[in-house]
């Protein structure tokens, strides 16, 4: 049994919504910020019995923008942890931070107590995208950020990007990830504009043709894997890279299957058997946690079965992959009838096995929503060459690449997949 435990504390507090965030936030609510304080400190306190016989390796503080609650309650919050007995050593502490409120003065407190990472949301080095899309900040503002992180003492900094952004051009992306690149941090991540029911940019944006389109977003993301590489930033997962010995380890728990306990309203934890959320209602959890009350929002008991596919998800979106034996012994299933798809991928350039693991190439991650729906078709025994929604790839003439400008190949598999 794993020893290790993650920790996840959600702090939801913003100083203004972001247009496309669909993810629990909130933003002039400061009024707040105290209660939830002592709700966060007595939950954390009374979950002292669950980290008996466990290790904490990983903490995240993520949000919002944890970076605007303020140094001194982060500070209680990491001294409540550490006070449980169970923090190691060289446990990994990452405070996701907004440039405009990565203030040398703050860092610097939380680099001293212990704080050793932090994940700044760029998302773009063009002025006028980031106004469109509701950030706060200006390139300028970035380049401040990461100077007052390296004179704190972080030497752990990673750095989100987001492509396919309302009037984003090829020319635009690819002046970002050099400006991003020129400020070495050892960690980026690259994700692609997801438009989400319900927020202000998919009321504004949806259909428009002020977006990169699917088949620009693809090309967006394969310039960015090859060029990050080009300057040492190997990819390690779906949408991050990162310089050798800097891979994020408490995302890599999401991704090995590994315990995380979260904290704060809306906050997700997997522990054991069972996955469970809490209410998002900042208001609620307050109440519930200091008057004893329920919080759970969800709780969802994890079957063999379902830990089977889950390996598969996952494991497929890291370029450590999956392995038949690893999947046998914790599964008792057989990989016989995933390997054989696997080996269709690797007919067509998507997959590789290396040294007995499998793992997609950059062409596969691109279509790795289509391809893992193929490998749990193939775990329940159906046959994938035989599915209609598969078959555009598996009639494809490109045996061994998906080229950038490969357009039909791209709407026939991608999108189809997505739909």
């Avoid at 995240?60 to 140094?71: I, L, V």
């Avoid at 408490?250 to 299957?257: G, K, P």
Wanted: charged share 25%; net charge negative; hydrophobic share 35%.
């Amino acid at each position: 049994m794993d020893k290790t435990l993650g920790i996840y504390i959600h702090i939801p507090f913003c100083a203004s919504k972001c247009g496309y965030c669909d993810f629990y936030s909130l933003a002039g609510c400061d009024r707040l910020m105290p209660k939830y304080q002592d709700a966060l400190v007595e939950h954390i306190r009374e979950s002292y019995p669950a980290f008996k016989g466990r290790y904490i390796d990983t903490v995240y503080f993520g949000g919002g923008t944890p970076s605007y609650y303020g140094a001194g309650r982060l500070i209680e919050l990491w001294d409540e942890l550490k006070a449980s007995g169970s923090v190691l050593r060289d446990c990994e502490v990452t405070l996701e931070a907004n440039p405009d409120s990565a203030v040398f003065k703050d860092l610097a407190k939380l680099r001293k107590e212990g704080f050793n990472r932090i994940s700044l949301g760029a998302q773009s080095a063009n002025n006028d995208i980031l106004k469109l899309i509701g950030r706060r900040h200006n390139w300028k503002q970035v380049e401040l950020a990461v100077i007052a992180a390296r004179e704190a003492g972080f030497d752990n900094l990673s750095i989100d990007l987001i492509y396919g952004l309302p009037s984003q051009t090829a020319a635009d992306w690819a002046d970002t990830l050099m400006r991003v690149i020129e400020l070495r941090p050892e960690h980026i991540s690259c994700y692609g504009l997801t438009l989400e029911p319900g927020t202000p940019m998919y009321e504004k944006y949806s259909g428009s043709q002020i977006l990169p389109s699917d088949d620009d977003q693809a090309d967006m993301y394969l310039y960015a894997a090859e060029t990050l590489e080009h300057y040492g930033y190997s990819q390690y997962e779906v949408s991050n890279f990162a310089v050798k010995g800097y891979e994020s380890r408490h995302n890599m728990r999401y991704w090995r299957l590994r315990d995380y306990l979260g904290f704060g309203a809306g906050a997700h934890s997997c522990m054991g058997n069972a996955r469970f959320s809490y209410i998002k209602d900042a208001d609620q959890y307050i109440v519930g946690v200091l008057r004893e009350q329920n919080i759970v929002d969800e709780y969802t008991p994890i079957t063999n079965v379902e830990r089977g596919s889950e390996y598969i998800m996952l494991g497929l979106r890291t370029a450590m992959g999956i392995e038949a034996e690893e999947y046998s012994l914790h599964y008792r299933a057989d990989f016989a009838p995933i390997e054989k798809t696997l080996r269709l991928f690797e007919q067509k350039g998507w997959a590789v096995c290396t040294e007995g693991r499998w793992h997609f190439t950059t062409q596969g991650f691109l279509l790795s929503n289509l391809l893992i729906g193929a490998l749990l078709e193939a775990q329940s025994g159906s046959r994938v060459e035989v599915n209609p929604w598969m078959k555009p790839a598996f009639d494809a003439e490109e045996k061994t690449e998906l080229p950038p400008d490969d357009d039909e190949l791209f709407r026939e598999v991608y999108l189809r997949g997505r739909n």
